[in-house]
């Protein structure tokens, strides 16, 4: 079977050998290894996540993948050792997933510093609330830590996906979402944003060519999960989002004596990417990335279906919505786990691993005792998903409207000014 | 056009299907007899440069004709009619051309489309930009970038003791300058060609790296003005003018498809023949050979002893029968090399007319070469020599050329 064909829905394949080599195939090419493919039921690319049983398994999808559990003794250890309470995110299991981030936590012990990585890729003007959850937790990150953060706005990437979309104008999706993602709070100080189509030059280009140099076209088609139909801008992508975890790629910050390690926060589909340059980067000479991976929030008409898409429009939560927006898409739209009759309810209860408005508040709602206890009374059928739902609309309903609020006094000046080649005298103070 | 341009194709299906030539950026090899350039000149939907062309250069540009144009080593183009009409009719062009920056040693056939195109810019009074692969050699060859970027500097000072007007001309190394508008120029390249068409057109193969993939681009922009704000800023539709050799064709080729796609000008191209090896016409010169080639570096003890003992000799074996029989000319590399570098077309005609009669021996024909070799080496030593660092860091100031059309 050829690369391409690993497109066909019907036939969903992911193989996955071992951590080393770091190709993620999507298709199997030896014989002995496709048995196993036909096993694997799981899809993961970059742009659509399916599960046919109607619910991620993500046990198997770390298994799979060969990246480890963040247990409790973990989440206990970043607390300690940041002194302050874990991230709700940690808390409730979103970032559930990590490579070598005990390594990081083993350095900053004893002083040593690393650096933290985020980025995304514009692809409309109005975010939804699944963009903000690693820009969420990056923040967290760099309070609790004290460490810098490079963002990368990959207007490149826009362009070379789209066809109907000009060069300027991804430059000003990528300010536009800018604004968004300084809006989530980030420290002036300690942060630089980027956007490729502007940064891509100098010593960022040079470290863009070497991990190319390192990565067949055969394993890059396999990584985005494209094919050869694809422009060779496309498959030639990968090493641009890897270079950003390769400190020498900011010379204004990081000075060629002190290079620290990268902890990139992001959500679990993208550890094939950063699967390669973990691969790449000691050949090249430098540390391996570490990273905290997310689950990812479910569609609001669940997890069967493919996740937030900015291009579908009812099933996601734009952070411009109204509240009357957010009422009627909740009310509307999200999976309820609960009976079909109120009778029935409060004789079964709700299920709740199907319920997309429970899902949504293990996310967002920041109160754990109110959370266990909305739970409980919801499964043993007490609560109803009128009630739920109201719960949650009003949690989000705050949410995005403190989104807003904050969105609204980020200036053109701001923007610039996180944007602007400087160095960040105290980035680790 | 198209039809023809997309000729690649089909002429890999006939290479394999004959074992035949190949030439493409990375490999130039003949069949028996050597390279057949009509044959190329089909296969790649190229025109071939006749007297009248010649002429039409001549007399646009007011002085003779460059010896590589008269003696047809410059044999093939794409639109260059085209280009001269609107030259003629006031609208100007400008130049580009480039070198992958390898090594340190250069042979006289890296020279020939620098040696050209100095002509050309003085002939039609036009800028000229020139690019330094040296990310392309990184990717290519067992090179660090900073090995590379150091080539490109030291490759930068023999070109510019060609004899660059100053006032005219950019030189660029990628490295150095990539970004920007340039970038975005490459992205634009780079969403109009899918692998498939990379893979037809240049031989890449699913083992290669991804660097080598997404260089196309890099070595197409050129050929647009807006990759050069500070040069050509407002004057999108300028038309370019690419002096190369024929084995660089595949990537000008793919440029021109893409041109119209994204709103500009299809480059114009002025193609030149290989220049052959001291052996013989089968292969180019090549760097990592040092007995097959000519270098800028060579003293005149060496010049002399490479012709005498490597040049490869369409005479008979013995004086008795060379007398008799003649010189074959169609294999005789001196006579080819004079070809290109004698100036002289009296003498030339003379020369050729005295071997192929068997009046003249090899040996004097080797003597008449080594002459005409070393003068030119000489020559280019004693301009090298006097190229500074600051020269080049002059040539490679990204500045405005306010005078670059005078």
Same mark, same amino acid.
């Given at each position: 079977?050829e690369?391409?064909?690993?497109?066909?829905?019907?036939?969903?394949?992911?193989?996955?050998?071992e951590?080393?080599? =770091?190709?993620?195939?999507?298709?199997?090419?030896? *014989?002995?290894?496709e048995?196993e493919?036909?096993?694997v039921?799981?899809?993961?690319?970059?742009?659509?996540?399916?599960?046919?049983?109607?619910?991620?398994?993500?046990?198997?999808?770390?298994?799979?993948? %060969?990246?480890? +559990?963040?247990?409790?003794?973990?989440?206990?250890?970043?607390?300690?050792?940041?002194?302050?309470?874990?991230?709700?995110?940690?808390?409730?299991?979103?970032f559930?997933?990590?490579?070598?981030?005990?390594?990081v936590?083993?350095?900053?012990?004893?002083g040593?510093?690393?650096?933290?990585?985020?980025?995304?890729?514009?692809?409309?003007?109005?975010?939804?609330?699944?963009?903000l #959850?690693?820009?969420?937790?990056?923040?967290?990150?760099?309070?609790?830590?004290?460490?810098?953060?490079?963002?990368?706005?990959?207007?490149?990437?826009?362009?070379?996906?789209?066809?109907?979309?000009?060069v $300027?104008?991804?430059?000003?999706?990528? /300010?536009?979402?800018?604004?968004?993602?300084?809006?989530?709070?980030?420290?002036?100080?300690?942060?630089? #944003?980027?956007?490729?189509?502007?940064?891509? &030059?100098?010593?960022?280009?040079?470290?863009?060519?070497?991990?190319?140099?390192r990565?067949?076209?055969?394993?890059?088609?396999? #990584?985005i999960?494209?094919?050869?139909?694809?422009?060779?801008? #496309?498959?030639?992508?990968?090493?641009?989002?890897?270079?950003?975890?390769? =400190?020498?790629?900011?010379?204004?910050?990081?000075?060629?004596?002190?290079?620290?390690?990268?902890?990139?926060?992001?959500?679990?589909?993208?550890? =094939?990417?950063?699967?390669?340059?973990?691969?790449?980067?000691?050949?090249?000479?430098?540390?391996?990335?570490?990273?905290?991976?997310?689950?990812?929030?479910?569609?609001?008409?669940g997890?069967?279906?493919?996740?937030?898409?900015?291009?579908?429009?009812?099933?996601?939560?734009?952070v411009?919505?109204?509240?009357?927006?957010?009422?009627?898409?909740?009310?509307?739209?999200?999976?309820s786990?609960?009976?079909?009759?109120?009778?029935?309810?409060?004789?079964?209860?709700?299920?709740?691993?199907?319920?997309?408005?429970?899902k949504?508040?293990?996310?967002?709602?920041?109160?754990d005792?109110?959370?266990?206890?909305?739970?409980?009374?919801?499964k043993?059928?007490r609560m109803?998903t009128?009630?739920?739902?109201? /719960?949650?609309?009003?949690?989000?309903?705050?949410?995005?409207?403190?989104h807003?609020?904050?969105?609204?006094?980020?200036?053109?000046?701001?923007?610039?000014?996180?944007?602007?080649?400087r160095?960040?005298?105290?980035?680790?103070? | 056009?198209?039809?023809?341009?997309q000729g690649?194709?089909?002429? &890999?299906?006939?290479e394999?299907?004959?074992?035949?030539?190949?030439?493409?950026?990375?490999?130039?090899? $003949?069949g028996?007899?050597?390279?057949?350039?009509?044959?190329?000149?089909?296969?790649?939907?190229?025109?071939?440069?006749?007297?009248?062309?010649?002429?039409r250069?001549a007399?646009?540009t007011?002085?003779?004709?460059h010896?590589?144009? /008269?003696?047809?080593?410059?044999?093939?183009? +794409?639109?260059?009619?085209?280009?001269?009409?609107?030259?003629?009719?006031?609208?100007?062009?400008?130049?580009?051309?480039?070198?992958?920056?390898?090594?340190?040693?250069?042979?006289?056939?890296?020279?020939?489309?620098? @040696?050209?195109?100095?002509?050309?810019?003085? $002939?039609?009074?036009?800028?000229?930009?020139?690019?330094? *692969?040296?990310?392309?050699?990184?990717?290519?060859?067992?090179? *660090?970038?900073?090995?590379?970027k150091?080539?490109?500097?030291?490759?930068?000072?023999?070109?510019?003791a060609?004899?660059?007007?100053?006032?005219? *001309?950019?030189?660029?190394?990628?490295f150095?300058?990539?970004?920007?508008?340039?970038?975005?120029?490459?992205?634009?390249?780079?969403?109009?060609?899918? @692998?498939?068409?990379?893979?037809?057109?240049? %031989?890449?193969?699913?083992?290669?790296?991804?660097?080598?993939?997404?260089?196309?681009?890099?070595?197409?922009?050129?050929?647009f003005?807006?990759?050069?704000?500070?040069?050509?800023?407002?004057?999108?539709?300028?038309?370019?003018?690419?002096?190369?050799?024929?084995?660089?064709?595949?990537?000008?080729?793919?440029?021109?498809?893409?041109?119209?796609?994204?709103?500009?000008?299809?480059?114009?191209?002025?193609?030149? &023949?290989?220049?052959?090896?001291?052996?013989?016409?089968?292969?180019?010169?090549?760097?990592?050979?040092?007995?097959?080639?000519?270098?800028?570096?060579?003293?005149?003890k060496?010049?002399?002893?490479k012709?005498?003992?490597?040049?490869?000799?369409?005479g008979?074996?013995?004086?008795?029968?060379?007398?008799?029989?003649?010189?074959?000319?169609?294999?005789?590399?001196?006579?080819?090399?004079?070809?290109?570098?004698?100036?002289?077309?009296?003498?030339?005609?003379h020369?050729?007319?005295?071997?192929?009669?068997? &009046?003249?021996?090899?040996?004097?024909?080797?003597?008449?070469?080594?002459?005409?070799?070393?003068?030119?080496?000489?020559?280019?030593?004693?301009?090298?020599?006097?190229?500074t660092?600051?020269?080049?860091?002059?040539?490679? $100031?990204?500045?405005?050329?306010?005078?670059?059309?005078?």
């Amino acid at each position: 079977m050829e690369v391409g064909a690993q497109r066909e829905a019907t036939q969903p394949m992911l193989v996955v050998q071992e951590e080393t080599p =770091p190709v993620v195939g999507v298709r199997a090419k030896d *014989t002995e290894h496709e048995t196993e493919a036909a096993a694997v039921e799981l899809v993961v690319t970059q742009s659509e996540v399916l599960a046919p049983e109607g619910r991620m398994d993500y046990d198997k999808l770390v298994d799979l993948f %060969g990246c480890q +559990r963040i247990d409790a003794a973990l989440v206990h250890r970043i607390a300690r050792l940041t002194s302050r309470p874990p991230h709700r995110f940690l808390r409730r299991g979103v970032f559930f997933a990590h490579r070598d981030f005990n390594s990081v936590l083993d350095l900053h012990e004893a002083g040593e510093k690393f650096y933290l990585f985020t980025g995304m890729e514009p692809s409309s003007e109005a975010l939804h609330l699944s963009h903000l #959850i690693p820009f969420m937790f990056t923040k967290y990150l760099q309070d609790a830590f004290k460490v810098p953060v490079v963002i990368q706005l990959c207007d490149d990437a826009s362009f070379l996906r789209n066809n109907n979309l000009t060069v $300027a104008e991804c430059k000003r999706l990528a /300010r536009e979402n800018a604004k968004d993602i300084i809006a989530c709070g980030f420290d002036i100080q300690r942060t630089f #944003i980027f956007t490729n189509i502007s940064y891509t &030059r100098g010593a960022f280009y040079e470290n863009i060519l070497e991990v190319a140099k390192r990565v067949t076209c055969e394993d890059s088609i396999g #990584i985005i999960g494209g094919s050869q139909e694809d422009n060779i801008g #496309i498959v030639g992508f990968p090493p641009v989002e890897a270079a950003p975890s390769l =400190p020498s790629s900011f010379p204004h910050l990081f000075p060629r004596n002190d290079q620290p390690r990268c902890l990139i926060p992001c959500a679990i589909y993208r550890d =094939p990417f950063f699967r390669m340059i973990r691969d790449v980067a000691p050949k090249i000479g430098f540390q391996k990335p570490s990273l905290i991976e997310s689950k990812i929030l479910p569609a609001l008409q669940g997890e069967e279906s493919s996740k937030m898409s900015a291009s579908n429009p009812n099933s996601a939560i734009y952070v411009t919505d109204s509240p009357k927006q957010i009422k009627t898409m909740v009310n509307k739209y999200a999976f309820s786990g609960g009976q079909s009759s109120v009778e029935l309810h409060r004789k079964l209860g709700a299920n709740l691993d199907v319920d997309v408005p429970i899902k949504y508040l293990e996310f967002f709602l920041e109160d754990d005792d109110e959370f266990e206890h909305i739970k409980k009374e919801y499964k043993d059928g007490r609560m109803l998903t009128g009630e739920v739902k109201q /719960r949650l609309i009003a949690a989000i309903s705050e949410m995005v409207s403190r989104h807003q609020r904050a969105r609204a006094q980020v200036t053109e000046e701001m923007v610039d000014a996180f944007m602007e080649l400087r160095p960040l005298p105290n980035m680790f103070g | 056009m198209a039809a023809a341009e997309q000729g690649v194709d089909a002429a &890999r299906k006939e290479e394999e299907e004959e074992e035949e030539q190949v030439v493409n950026p990375w490999e130039v090899s $003949a069949g028996k007899g050597g390279i057949d350039y009509d044959k190329l000149v089909d296969q790649f939907g190229c025109q071939r440069i006749d007297d009248a062309l010649v002429g039409r250069i001549a007399r646009l540009t007011g002085r003779p004709p460059h010896c590589f144009l /008269r003696r047809g080593l410059f044999f093939a183009h +794409r639109d260059l009619n085209e280009l001269l009409d609107l030259y003629e009719k006031g609208e100007k062009f400008y130049l580009y051309t480039g070198r992958g920056p390898s090594s340190e040693a250069l042979h006289l056939g890296h020279l020939i489309p620098f @040696m050209f195109t100095k002509y050309l810019q003085e $002939a039609f009074k036009v800028p000229l930009v020139i690019q330094l *692969t040296d990310d392309e050699k990184f990717l290519w060859k067992n090179l *660090t970038i900073q090995e590379s970027k150091r080539l490109a500097r030291e490759n930068a000072k023999d070109i510019i003791a060609c004899g660059f007007d100053i006032e005219r *001309t950019f030189i660029f190394s990628d490295f150095s300058f990539v970004g920007g508008a340039f970038y975005e120029n490459m992205m634009q390249v780079a969403r109009c060609v899918t @692998m498939n068409k990379a893979i037809g057109i240049f %031989g890449f193969n699913l083992e290669d790296h991804i660097g080598k993939v997404s260089f196309p681009p890099v070595q197409a922009v050129p050929s647009f003005p807006s990759s050069f704000p500070h040069l050509f800023a407002g004057k999108d539709q300028l038309r370019c003018l690419i002096p190369c050799a024929v084995d660089q064709d595949p990537y000008f080729r793919m440029t021109r498809d893409v041109a119209p796609r994204i709103g500009y000008q299809k480059p114009s191209l002025i193609e030149s &023949r290989f220049f052959p090896a001291l052996q013989g016409e089968n292969t180019k010169m090549s760097a990592s050979d040092a007995n097959s080639a000519i270098y800028v570096t060579d003293s005149a003890k060496e010049i002399k002893t490479k012709v005498n003992k490597y040049a490869f000799s369409g005479g008979q074996d013995s004086i008795e029968l060379h007398r008799k029989l003649g010189a074959n000319l169609d294999v005789d590399v001196p006579i080819k090399y004079l070809n290109f570098f004698l100036e002289d077309d009296d003498e030339l005609a003379h020369i050729k007319k005295e071997y192929k009669e068997g &009046r003249m021996l090899t040996g004097e024909v080797k003597q008449r070469l080594i002459a005409v070799l070393s003068e030119i080496v000489a020559r280019h030593q004693r301009a090298r020599s006097q190229v500074t660092e600051e020269m080049v860091d002059a040539f490679m $100031a990204v500045r405005p050329l306010p005078n670059m059309f005078g």
